[in-house]
């Protein structure tokens, strides 16, 4: 992990805020895709509790995934805190990757998705959340399966057999769900770029973001 990830996390964690804006700058946008695909609604308030969660961990050790696996690993815990909580409300658990108000998810820049790309996303939405995120950090954010272990706290050698059933689960959804034999055949032969291709920009932190003061 780069030195200069480390000491701004100390720094931030003894009260620092320009080392806190810093990482908040460099990392807004990851944690914001992370949970757009999955709760958009609620992703600004995630996102925050996520930063906040990051600084006052002063327990987490970061491991070999340096600060980008570590802070994924807080986002991931956070989603399922809300999830649960959410669940606790009586709200469907397979319901959490739609925001009600606007219907199904379409990633922000995806204004017009092609056919590819909205059987995909139905077909991500449809899989159980850890299986999701192993999908989209290593297939839509490229990160190495040791770092995607560490996010989900399992072992490296999980990961592999994650994605297989994954991919397996994805296929089987998407012969369901494709409009015609063009489309399965697409997503089938090209399935990474496809994947790939639902990343949508990044986005840097909004004006009313506040970088959270950890209790010194």
């Not at 609604?41 to 980008?68: C, N, S, W, Y």
């Not at 954010?141 to 592999?160: F, H, K, N, Y």
């Amino acid at each position: 992990m780069p030195e200069s990830d480390v000491s701004r996390l100390a720094a931030w964690r003894a009260g620092d805020a320009r080392a806190g804006n810093e990482l908040a700058r460099a990392y807004y946008g990851l944690v914001w895709r992370f949970f757009e695909v999955k709760a958009r609604h609620v992703a600004e308030d995630l996102v925050q509790q996520t930063f906040l969660a990051a600084v006052e961990g002063r327990d987490r050790i970061l491991g070999p995934g340096g600060f980008k696996a570590y802070l994924l690993g807080v986002a991931r815990l956070q989603l399922l805190a809300h999830i649960r909580k959410s669940s606790r409300r009586g709200a469907a658990m397979n319901r959490f990757a739609h925001d009600e108000r606007s219907g199904p998810l379409t990633p922000t820049g995806l204004v017009a998705l092609k056919d590819e790309q909205r059987v995909l996303l139905l077909a991500l939405n449809a899989l159980p959340i850890d299986l999701q995120i192993a999908v989209q950090l290593f297939y839509l954010e490229g990160m190495a399966g040791a770092d995607v272990a560490v996010v989900l706290d399992v072992a490296p050698s999980t990961i592999r057999s994650r994605l297989g059933r994954a991919r397996d689960a994805i296929r089987t959804r998407i012969s369901e769900l494709a409009p015609g034999p063009r489309v399965s055949k697409s997503l089938n032969e090209e399935f990474d770029a496809w994947a790939r291709s639902l990343v949508g920009p990044s986005v840097p932190p909004p004006d009313n973001f506040v970088v959270p003061a950890p209790v010194v």
